[in-house]
Every structure is written in structure tokens, then in C-alpha cells.
């Protein structure tokens, strides 16, 4: 099925810890987006790429890094992973920034932190 | 920045009964596009519905319709014949540049 997939879907890390998310669509969008889902927050963006080439910084950048290894792939990575970096991660792709264009989520991946 | 407010943590509803959940949210920005989400246990985000803000018509989908309030800057989710199948997490959002959500709202429905 055409879509977002994420790798992996669970992941226990100790403190300290680093570890990279992947992301790959098939929908030659142009635009990809990560954000983070927590108890009573909904869901907030860590970084997004507008285009093959650029990333920016979302609503909650810290600790985190990413790569938009190619129009397909936008990766996360977590250097040093802390308990508070414990969610729920989605990615998302849309075909551009622009605002008549809807996002396609991925089916998120738990991330557990000890 | 855009921000987007959902009030109720949680709602219940009876089987074939009408619930509404209630969404605001705050811009400057005059064109942009509100949505629906539902989040089933499965944690796959399913778009429900969705609205342009230019469009005076509420939007409907088959048993889900919204109430959009341009000028209060609302944009409740109406479910009339509530079925099992309709219990999860509901999010709102704003689509300007990025897309912004809410809390969320656990629907509950009752046998």
C-alpha cells in the first residue's frame, strides 16, 4: 500500500542512549514532517522539511536532529535519549507547505525511554 | 502563532445517539484549512473530516458534520448515530503553513 512507513514501531533505549527513526514515503510529496504525541499535548512538530535539501525547526527541536536523506526519506535521530524524549513519534509527508495540500501520517512508532 | 484549543479530555455517548466535540482555535491568518482527525487504538491518524476557511458550507461526511464559526473562530465535530467503531482519540487542527493541533478528545461509546 502506497503511504508512510516508519521503522521501527516500539523501541526501548536506556538514558543515554542514541538511536535514529526512519521515515520513507511513496507518494513523491515533497514536503515531510516529524512530530511528537504526548498524554494531553496532541501532537507537536520536532522538525520538518519543506523540500528535499531543507530542514527547520518545529515547535520542540531540542534533543533532536534530522536528515532528508533523499526526496523518499526524512530521519530523526535522537543523540542522547533522555525520559522526558518518551512518546510517541509519527512522521507525516504532504505533496508541498501549501495549505490545500493534507498530510499522510505513518503509524507512529513508542518509544520508551528508562 | 496558530494555537488550537480542545476543552473536553473526554466525552461519552450512547450507541445511535448525537455527540459534539468542541473545537476553537486562534489565527490572524484569513486562508487556511481546519480538520478532523481520528485516533484509534490502532495509532493510525484517519482524517475524518475537513473545511476550508473560506467556505461559508459546513462540511459533512456521511454520519460527521462540522459547525464552523469563522468569526469566533470555532469548528466543532458533530457524530449523529454514534457506532462502537466511532470510539477514539479525536484531534482538531489548524492547517496555515504547518499543521497544529489540539489536545485531543477521548471518545467513549456506550452499548
Known amino acids: 500500500n502506497a503511504g508512510v512507513t516508519q521503522t521501527p514501531k516500539f523501541q526501548v533505549l536506556k538514558t543515554g542512549q542514541s538511536m535514529t527513526l526512519q521515515c520513507a514515503q511513496d507518494?513523491?510529496?515533497?514536503?515531510m514532517y516529524w512530530y511528537r504525541q504526548d498524554p494531553g499535548m496532541g501532537l507537536r512538530l520536532i522538525y520538518y522539511?519543506?523540500?528535499?535539501?531543507?530542514?527547520d525547526k518545529g515547535e520542540v527541536p531540542n534533543g533532536y536532529n534530522v536528515s532528508r536523506l533523499n526526496k523518499r526519506e526524512f530521519s530523526l535521530r535522537l543523540e542522547s535519549a533522555a525520559p522526558s524524549q518518551t512518546s510517541v513519534y509519527f512522521c507525516?509527508?504532504?505533496?508541498?507547505?501549501?495549505?490545500?495540500?493534507?498530510?499522510?501520517f505513518g503509524s507512529g512508532t513508542r518509544l520508551t525511554v528508562v | 502563532a496558530q494555537t488550537v484549543t480542545q476543552s473536553q479530555p473526554e466525552m461519552s455517548v450512547q450507541e445511535a445517539e448525537t455527540v459534539t466535540l468542541s473545537c476553537t482555535y486562534d489565527?490572524?491568518?484569513?486562508?487556511?484549512?481546519l480538520f478532523w482527525y481520528k485516533q484509534p487504538p490502532s495509532r493510525q491518524m484517519i482524517l475524518v473530516i475537513r473545511q476550508e476557511a473560506y467556505k461559508q458550507q459546513n462540511a459533512t461526511e456521511n454520519r460527521f458534520s462540522v459547525n464552523f464559526q469563522k468569526a469566533a473562530k470555532s469548528f466543532s465535530l458533530k457524530i449523529s448515530d454514534s457506532q462502537l467503531g466511532d470510539a477514539a482519540m479525536y484531534f482538531c487542527a489548524y492547517r496555515g503553513n504547518k499543521l497544529v493541533f489540539g489536545a485531543g478528545t477521548i471518545l467513549r461509546v456506550k452499548s
Open positions: 507525516a509527508s504532504s505533496e508541498a507547505m501549501t495549505i490545500n495540500y493534507g498530510y499522510t
Open positions: 522539511s519543506a523540500s528535499e535539501g531543507t530542514t
Open positions: 507518494m513523491n510529496h515533497n514536503s
Open positions: 489565527t490572524s491568518e484569513s486562508d487556511y484549512y
